[in-house]
């Protein structure tokens, strides 16, 4: 049982070296996954009270609501579990861009759950993009340059032969350095190690976010 639960619902405590931002995100996000839990619980109840009073009474309204209970039942699960994958566990990785992008689609689902999870992810959005802001520098760029092919305009040649498309070769990828995890949304966050505390954190971090020494240049 314990396992089937951990499965679906993050911890309730944050890593040690998030910041204040995206801990009190990471909190809001958490309690939407409750929310969503708790609603799938009460789609149930509705769902069935409704069905068996159909069965008794008939009344093609009531069968419209267990129908409707249990459609809205299952969206609610389905966004608890994926809630978990997609934000709690990426703002416990250091994706915090990733987690604050795949909020957006929880805020929409979370209207099922009669949008008390909607109100909690629109504060994980802000809170994150909070974080970003005060701690990215100036250009950071969280995902890694695409491989785009560029084609070269057509012209006109002076003997009519026709022109011949050029591609750019993709730069070739780096493997990530060791100890750095390469997470599935295409890009790596790259981690470095406070020399006070000995608590990791992301690298465009300008300071520990555990005992607030300055990030040493390499």
């Known amino acids: 049982m314990s396992s089937a639960m951990g499965s679906i619902l993050a911890p309730g405590s944050s890593p040690p070296w998030l910041p204040r931002d995206v801990a009190e995100g ?4 958490w309690w939407a996954s409750i929310m969503f839990l708790l609603w799938v619980l009460i789609w149930f ?3 069935i009270v409704a069905l068996v009073v159909f069965a008794v009474e008939g009344g093609i309204g009531l069968l419209l609501i267990g129908l409707l209970g249990f459609i809205a039942m299952m969206l609610c699960f389905l966004s608890a579990v994926f809630l978990k994958k997609t934000v709690l566990e990426a703002i416990d990785q250091g994706r915090f861009h990733d987690a604050k992008n795949d909020s957006m689609v929880w805020i929409i689902f979370g209207f099922a759950a009669f949008a008390a999870p909607t ?4 504060l994980t959005y802000v809170k994150l993009g909070d974080a970003i ?3 990215a520098p100036v250009g950071y760029m969280p995902y890694q340059a695409g491989n785009v092919a560029a084609q070269a305009p057509q012209t006109s040649h ?4 026709p022109p011949a498309s050029v591609q750019q070769a993709p730069p070739p990828q780096q493997a990530p350095p060791h100890g750095h995890p390469q997470y599935p949304h295409g890009h790596t966050t790259p981690m470095i190690r406070c020399k006070n505390c000995s608590v990791q954190f992301p690298t465009f971090m300008h300071t520990c976010p555990n005992c ?7």
């Open 133 to 135: 802001t005060a701690h």
């Open 212 to 218: 607030g020494a300055p990030k040493e240049p390499k």
């Open 158 to 161: 002076p003997h009519g032969a």
């Open 119 to 122: 109100i909690l992810l629109i």
């Open 45 to 47: 109840v509705i769902a």
């Open 26 to 29: 990471r909190r809001f996000a």
